[in-house]
């Protein structure tokens, strides 16, 4: 190792005596460099290269490490190293050893070896074989327990912090626009079953039919808008999964401004509102229809048509035919109501029957339908449709083993020749229609100019249907009225007592009411409830009713999910003490269903004596309720949601670990966990995360928050400790959040490392 020149010594021979040194300088350089080994910390030992690895020789280091004297080495352990490692890591070891001398003389490995008191230390070992010896090793061994213990701290609380994350449902995303790359949370596959596009490429989302064509251009339109500075927006459209069906997704993104103003990122969310979405086009639907015929109601159809001629090329052809069946009030009077109603329902269907799928067919009152057809090629056509109308109209009840006759009489207005708006075009099938009940009924009759008398009992486009055929309008406007208001409430337990009141009132109960069931389903209880005047309020006295006690109560519900009973009395037993106790005499309960499960009832009682509820009553009565209990559960998800967050804000303060949450825009505290306010007493949320942690007047240039989205790891001071830095992207109340969590790491030291 010398060279030829004695007053140049090469790095690593500092032990090697010059030439000449006397024996007494040679023995106290001696006697240095092996005290100087005795105090490396750690341990050094040579050892054979023998399946025992016996020990040859070690130094002090080594057995302040595992405590152990030389002679119990010898004694307990027979001088063999590898019973000193832990009986987990032996094999393994043995393998990494063998492994490694295939392809050099060093090793390096990390393992347990057993100490003294009963605990084991984990140790980094590096070794090697001298040259031209193949029969031992010289080892160094580190003791690293302080740095693994950190480091799998650290490798659980953030595995605690995916989990976290994973427990979301929404996907959270980062667009960068230097690099044009797209990043996605895990949970991509989850909902949609296929990797997500590495970059935002929109001829490639065409290609690959990630998105509804139709929504295509809204994405675009929405990037533009970021490109050109927009903050926040938020957007919904439809997106594929992998079996190709659309999901309904809401799409929020918030900008990520650099000091010079220019756009560096977009971080956002997306929500899965499908079941949402198709839960609102449902009640619409449902709002808009008439309950008996399925058809559309007055207003609906009224408005379908008028858009439609809002955009109508002029030179197009369309009819609006004004039907009515003729004497049906004698019909209905006659017969009853419920035969009225199966020749309402009867004729509706042969309507439909009769048209196109994209013609509009409807019931603007009691006996009256409209049938708006698009597109036709001439008046003659309008003429053959209605001829078929009468002949179906006519055959009606024919098969029947008590034959009826059943007629009807249509009026028939074009477009454009006879108006170019909805208003016009009723007028004339109105008169028409009068023209071809004047002729003897059974007709149809298309309007001309020269028809100038109305009929007597003619109606206005817009006027209300009287007498006993409120019950369309009713429905439609009660349900409409229902709808606006939860829809519109800004707290649902407020709205639905005075929407309870409405109906009661309206339908003249006794009482109306709310019951949801617990969450395991045994119980029920009185959530909701309004009583008309001289009533009285049974809610306080029925909480947690068992199901059980009360003996397969929901098996009361039909298949339309309503239970009505004309008279108690004829209840089970322990059911029938029940309603007693509470003055009931009749009562009408439709299902709350949630997830297909019976989730609960909302009801209907009346105190004053026998009822009977019609097929229109129950009908409107069950809509509502759907009504009720849809938003209601959307309430509930919340509040179930809001007490999930309050326990994983419990799960926070409890981490050992200094984890806060910042807006991104402007670095205020949205939340920070008991760690912090021990190491900073007195902190607000409000406040600006430099100020409070830092004694800054502006942002840190290393902050976490600045960097990639991840798991990356930055080390600097907080509060005076030495801490590890990591941040993470997420959606918190609503802003564009980012969690910091920071880990005391001054118990790690560096260990320096022999030369």
């Known amino acids: 190792m010398a060279t030829s020149n004695p007053s140049c010594v090469w790095p690593g021979s500092m032990w090697l005596p010059d030439p000449g040194t006397p024996p007494e300088k040679l023995r106290q350089q001696t006697l240095e460099m092996m005290s100087f080994i005795n105090d490396i910390p750690g341990g050094m030992l040579k050892c054979k290269n023998d399946s025992q690895y016996t020990i040859l020789r070690i130094n002090d280091g080594f057995l302040k490490l595992i405590g152990y004297t030389r002679e119990e080495l010898s004694s307990q352990f027979s001088d063999s190293y590898i019973n000193l490692i832990h009986p987990d890591d032996r094999q393994r070891i043995r393998e990494l050893t063998n492994r490694q001398l295939l392809q050099n003389n060093a090793l390096s490995n990390e393992y347990r070896v057993l100490c003294k008191d009963g605990s084991c230390r984990w140790v980094t070992e590096n070794a090697y074989i001298a040259a031209g010896n193949n029969q031992a090793f010289f080892c160094t061994l580190t003791d690293i327990t302080g740095l693994y213990e950190t480091r799998e701290a650290l490798r659980l609380s953030l595995e605690r912090h995916d989990i976290i994350l994973r427990q979301s449902k929404n996907i959270v995303f980062e667009w960068d626009k230097a690099t044009n790359s797209l990043l996605f949370s895990a949970n991509w596959a989850d909902l949609f079953g296929y990797p997500p596009l590495p970059a935002l490429d929109f001829n490639l989302i065409r290609q690959r039919k990630h998105i509804a064509p139709e929504d295509v251009a809204l994405l675009c339109d929405m990037l533009e808008e970021i490109t050109k500075g927009a903050h926040s927006l938020s957007r919904e459209c439809r997106l594929y999964n992998g079996d190709g069906a659309p999901i309904w997704c809401r799409i929020q993104v918030t900008s990520q401004f650099g000091r010079d103003g220019a756009l560096l990122k977009a971080v956002g969310i997306i929500a899965n509102i499908d079941a949402e979405k198709k ?93 708006f057809l698009k597109g036709i090629p001439s008046p003659n056509t309008a003429l053959q449709k209605s001829e078929q109308i009468l002949s179906a109209a006519q055959n009606l009840f024919q098969e029947k083993k008590n034959k009826l006759s059943v007629s009807c009489s249509i009026g028939i207005a074009l477009f454009p020749a006879h108006g170019h708006d909805f208003h016009n075009l009723y007028q004339g099938a109105d008169i028409a229609l009068y023209q071809a009940k004047s002729k003897g009924k059974n007709a149809a009759c298309l309007y001309s100019a020269q028809m100038q008398q109305p009929r007597p009992e003619m109606q206005q486009a817009n006027s209300p249907i009287d007498s006993g055929e409120n019950s369309a309008v009713l429905a439609h406007r009660l349900t409409e009225y229902v709808f606006q208001v939860l829809y519109r409430a800004a707290d649902i337990e407020t709205a639905i007592p005075l929407i309870l009141e409405v109906v009661g009132r309206q339908f003249d109960v006794s009482r109306a009411y709310v019951f949801e069931n617990s969450e395991d389903g045994a119980f029920c209880s009185n959530t909701f409830e309004w009583c008309s005047e001289g009533i009285r309020p049974e809610k306080e006295h029925l909480q947690n009713l068992s199901y059980s006690a009360l003996g397969g109560y929901p098996e009361h519900f039909d298949e339309n999910d309503v239970f009505f009973c004309r008279e108690i009395q004829d209840m089970p037993e322990s059911q029938r003490v029940l309603l007693q106790e509470q003055g009931i005499h009749s009562m009408l309960q439709c299902a709350i269903r949630y997830n297909g499960m019976f989730a609960g009832f909302v009801g209907f009682d009346e105190c004053t004596g026998q009822r009977l509820w019609t097929q229109e009553e129950i009908a409107i009565l069950t809509r509502i309720s759907e009504l009720l209990s849809t938003f209601l559960f959307q309430k509930r998800i919340q509040q179930r949601g809001e007490l999930h967050l309050q326990q994983i804000r419990k799960l926070l303060d409890q981490q050992d670990a200094f984890l806060y949450v910042i807006d991104r825009t402007d670095y205020r505290l949205l939340y920070f966990n008991n760690p912090i306010r021990h190491l900073h007493p007195g902190s607000q949320t409000g406040e600006r995360c430099y100020r409070t942690f830092f004694r800054r007047d502006t942002p840190c240039e290393d902050c976490p928050a600045l960097e990639k989205a991840g798991p990356g790891e930055k080390c600097d001071q907080m509060g005076g400790s030495q801490t590890s830095a990591s941040a993470r992207p997420l959606a918190w109340e609503g802003a564009d959040a980012m969690l910091i969590s920071r880990y005391d790491i001054a118990r790690y030291k560096e260990i320096p490392t022999s030369k």
């Open 279 to 371: 839960m609102i086009d449902s009640l619409r639907q449902k709002a808009e229809r008439d309950p008996l015929t399925g058809l559309y109601d007055k207003s609906a159809i009224r408005h379908l048509i008028e858009k439609y001629l809002g955009d109508a090329d002029p030179s197009e052809q369309c009819a609006l035919l004004m039907i009515d069946i003729d004497n049906f009030k004698s019909l209905n009077d006659t017969l009853g109501h419920l035969f009225g109603d199966a020749v309402l329902s009867d004729l509706s269907s042969a309507i439909r029957r009769g048209t196109r799928s994209s013609d509009l067919v409807g019931r603007i009152g009691g006996d009256e339908f409209l049938v």
